[in-house]
């Protein structure tokens, strides 16, 4: 039997409806790869005992029966409501909260082949600017300790040839498909924006600000709040799409920020952007890089993306999408601890191009360990019961 699906206020964000949602079990995990599913399918009081169970067991319907998962399974996974509003007055409802980071995931269309991207929960496209740019000189990418550092420099076609070539085929996919757009000025943000508005198969924009603002002498919009507020405003102004704006980690303290990101009129804050760094040639002569300076993404992030994303967490009321070295459901079921409603996955990609769509199972599949029939219990737990209790400690610890 399919859930009647529901979708109730939970603060500000909208999860879909839970019967257990007073019940806040603690999370008790044990961290796996990216390449080693969880049991997706646990035995249920009263279920009959298990042949198999694997990715196999739902990918492929033309498996033996008994590889398939058991009709109690399939009911009680079916009942599992994983939606998510991201706009609540807009509308931008994701089927499932495990999105596709911008950058890692190109148009969508690459990945048509290895993976069912009708099966993740939104895709954010590679960065879009008004023109096209052909990126940075080489070197552009390098390994790093648990993860790795880019320097792509928003290589891309620019929105016009983004609308003409990808537009039709978005327009007849089931995901949602959210365009990151790009600028080097104001004008720049509200003209592709303003391009935008209005195509079908668009469903939003996600604002990366992490980009050089001509008129202030190349200071970022990110790290600048009163830039950030301006960008977001003028966006705002220029388009009814849903809006979510990416903030950056490079920053002292990102709360102020946020703030005036939520207040300047997004929908949604995004969290977080790469951190700033740098690798030397093996020669030590020169930075390794083409454009000297990188962003670091990968699971050597994660700590700084749950920081900020506890610390928005307690600022604004608008959703929070987490970002920054997610590679298994435990660093997913992390993310919400800390205030985020739904997640976007980004380098693991590069090695595991369909762990998108297996995190939304694997996230059913723990909602029904749990006896839940929504994610929204799971979603803060771990931020301080008394509102700015530990937030500011956190901020202000820089050793
Ligand atoms: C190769 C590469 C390209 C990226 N391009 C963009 C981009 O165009 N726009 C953007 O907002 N973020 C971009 N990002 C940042 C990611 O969307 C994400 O915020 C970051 O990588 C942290 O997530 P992760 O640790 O899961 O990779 C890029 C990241 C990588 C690795």
Redesign the pocket.
């Known amino acids: 039997m399919k859930a009647k699906r529901t979708i109730i206020t939970f603060g500000d964000m909208r999860v879909g409806k839970d019967s257990n949602r007073s019940k806040r079990t603690p999370t008790v995990r044990k961290d796996k790869t990216a390449i080693i599913p969880v049991d997706r399918f646990p035995a249920l009081p009263g279920d009959r005992p298990r042949v198999e169970t694997g990715s196999a067991a739902v990918a492929d319907l033309g498996a033996p029966a008994a590889a398939r998962p058991s009709m109690a399974e399939r009911e009680a996974l079916d009942r599992v409501d994983l939606s998510v509003e991201l706009a609540p007055t807009r509308g931008l409802r994701l089927a499932n909260p495990i999105m596709v ?4 995931f190109g148009y969508g269309v690459e990945y048509g082949e290895v993976v069912d991207v009708q099966r993740i929960g939104a895709i ?1 496209c ?2 879009t600017t008004l023109r096209p740019r052909a990126g940075n000189a080489p070197p552009r ?1 390098t390994e790093t300790p648990g ?2 550092l ?1 320097s ?1 420099g ?1 290589q891309n076609p620019g929105v016009d040839a983004v609308i003409e070539k990808y537009g039709p085929v978005w327009q007849g996919w089931k995901v949602p498909v959210i365009v ?1 757009i ?1 600028g080097e000025s104001i004008e720049d943000y509200v003209e592709v924006a303003r391009r935008l508005d209005g195509v079908p198969g668009v469903a939003g924009i ?1 604002l ?1 600000i ?1 980009c050089p603002n001509v008129g202030k002498g190349g200071l970022q919009f990110a790290i600048d709040r009163d830039a950030a507020r301006a960008v977001t405003a003028a966006v705002r102004r220029a388009t009814d799409l849903p809006l979510l704006v ?1 903030l950056s980690p490079n920053v002292a303290d990102v709360r102020p920020i946020a703030k005036a990101i939520e207040e300047a009129g997004a929908d949604a804050i995004t969290a ?3 951190l700033s760094g740098l690798a030397v040639s093996p020669d030590r002569t020169r930075a390794l890089l083409g454009n000297t300076f990188g ?1 670091l ?2 699971p050597a ?1 994660k700590p700084v ?1 749950l920081r900020i994303v506890y610390e928005v967490a307690q600022v604004v009321s608008i959703p929070i999408v987490a ?4 590679t298994n459901l435990g660093d997913v079921l992390d993310f919400f601890a800390c205030g985020a409603v739904a997640v ?5 990609i590069f090695a595991d191009p369909e762990l998108p769509v297996r995190l939304g199972e694997e996230l059913a599949a723990e909602c029904v360990r749990r006896g839940l029939t929504s994610y929204g219990p799971l979603v803060g737990t771990a931020l301080p019961k008394r509102a700015g209790a530990s937030s500011a400690k956190g901020a202000e610890y820089r050793p």
Request: hydrophobic share 35%.
């Open positions: 980071a911008s950058g890692t954010c590679k960065g990418v993860g790795m880019n792509i928003l990151n790009a996600e990366n992490s990416k977080i952007n790469t962003g993404s990968g992030i993306a970002i920054g070295g997610i976007q996955v980004g380098t693991a």
